[in-house]
């Protein structure tokens, strides 16, 4: 069975940095290309960053732009989003997916007080 598990969520200021994982088991997903979405309450989910099959490809959401990175380890079998410049309009709960075999993580929450 197919896992993603987000972590590395909490609380920060507005202006500071958290970075989140999303740690895959049950297989391996090197080869995948792999994205970050967010859901803010009363919001619909929206799209944050991409990273392409052979991690040589990123996109962001404009409103993440410069202040968002998106990485992976293969070794671990991780990806990752870095996010520095925190502000309250990035408050929502963060998931990962490989989207194009439709498997998501549960969410991690984060939360920029301002």
């Known amino acids: 069975q197919v896992r993603l598990v987000e972590s590395g969520g909490g609380l920060v200021q507005a202006g500071g940095s958290l970075r989140l994982s999303c740690a895959a088991s049950g297989r391996t997903f090197i080869g995948n290309a792999m994205a970050w979405f967010r859901q803010a309450p009363g919001k619909e989910r929206e799209f944050v960053a991409q990273?392409?099959?052979?991690?040589?490809?990123?996109r962001y959401a404009d409103s993440v732009k410069g202040r968002f990175t998106i990485s992976r380890d293969y070794a671990k079998n991780t990806v990752y989003l870095q996010m520095n410049n925190l502000n309250p309009e990035d408050t929502a709960v963060y998931y990962c997916?490989?989207?194009?075999?439709?498997?998501w993580g549960q969410g991690t929450q984060v939360t920029v007080s301002s």
């Open positions: 990273l392409s099959r052979n991690g040589d490809s990123t």
């Open positions: 997916t490989d989207y194009v075999n439709g498997y």
